[in-house]
């Protein structure tokens, strides 16, 4: 098979399950998560099935984004092709915590972090036969506020999480209509420590409703590897089944408004830094 893939968030419940079924299907893989630790044992685990898997590991925090550039300049220089990456790493905060740079934590380990992924591995993702980028999300409805999109002024945690999803709707549709082939992928309810913040009560609703990351993994395995998916583009995906994203997400003067508006978070950061 010999494709490359890179998932980001592979110590977690979905990105580890599908590391493992991609690689018992020949994939060599490139694993980001930021916990050394969790990532050396989802190798293990990796190894134990698959002897022969040819798998790196990247431990980079996405809050971080000087960090998560300097990872994706490592990975474009190492992998001429990149058959598909899987933008899959989430975080849930109950609170408005900030990075080191100043920006509300979940809008840029969610959105800003991939964004700035993929802008580095543009030509090498474009320049790839057959190539996909994968956004896993979820059929948010929360639309993005452009005048306060850090919740400067007002914050909720589970809004501000559900625009982070509508981010990941709204930057994969982008990218299918900027030259990638992209689609946005949901996974349905899964077991998994994503919601570990939150209150209890969302915690048992969600736990009882959801089902297990294996059946997941097979259907983001299939999408990531089946030549199908690179011959269509910009779909919503619950596993395998084609479902409709929500008017907002498919609307492209909001793709390009937060686009336009990510870009210029990155410039930013980046002439900061200079
Ligand atoms: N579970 C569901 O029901 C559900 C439903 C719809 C959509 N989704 C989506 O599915 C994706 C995977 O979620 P999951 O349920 O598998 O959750 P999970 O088990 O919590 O996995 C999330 C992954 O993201 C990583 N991550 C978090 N913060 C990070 C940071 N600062 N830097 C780098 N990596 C970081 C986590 O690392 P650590 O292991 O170190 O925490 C973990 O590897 C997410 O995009 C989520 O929104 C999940």
Not at 14 to 36: D, H, M, P, V
């Amino acid at each position: 098979m010999n494709q490359t893939v890179l998932i980001t968030g592979a110590t977690g419940a979905i990105g580890s399950a599908t590391a493992r079924s991609l690689a018992r299907q020949g994939c060599q893989l490139i694993l980001l998560a930021r916990n050394q630790e969790k990532l050396e044992e989802v190798k293990g685990q990796i190894r134990q099935e698959t002897p022969a898997a040819e798998v790196k590991t990247l431990v980079v925090d996405f809050a971080e984004l000087h960090a998560v550039k300097n990872a994706a300049l490592n990975i474009q220089k190492d992998h001429p092709e990149l058959h598909a990456v899987i933008h899959n790493a989430a975080i849930f905060k109950s609170s408005r915590t900030l990075t080191s740079d100043g920006l509300e934590t979940m809008f840029t380990v969610n959105h800003l972090a991939p964004f700035m992924l993929t802008k580095v591995l543009f030509e090498t993702i474009q320049q790839t036969r057959g190539s996909r980028i994968l956004t896993v999300t979820a059929p948010s409805t929360t639309q993005i506020n452009f005048q306060d999109p850090m919740g400067e002024q007002r914050f909720n945690a589970l809004n501000a999480f559900g625009a982070t999803k509508m981010a990941n709707l709204l930057f994969a549709f982008k990218l299918g209509r900027a030259g990638l082939t992209s689609h946005a992928l949901h996974p349905g309810l899964v077991r998994s420590e994503l919601l570990r913040e939150a209150n209890p009560f969302l915690q048992i609703v969600t736990f009882l409703a959801s089902g297990s990351p294996e059946k997941v993994a097979q259907a983001f395995s299939e999408v990531t590897l089946q030549p199908k998916y690179a011959q269509s583009n910009g779909q919503f995906w619950h596993l395998t089944k084609p479902i409709q994203a929500p008017a907002y997400a498919r609307d492209p003067r909001n793709q390009d408004e937060l686009w336009d508006l990510s870009l210029k978070w990155i410039n930013t950061l980046e002439a900061r830094r200079r």
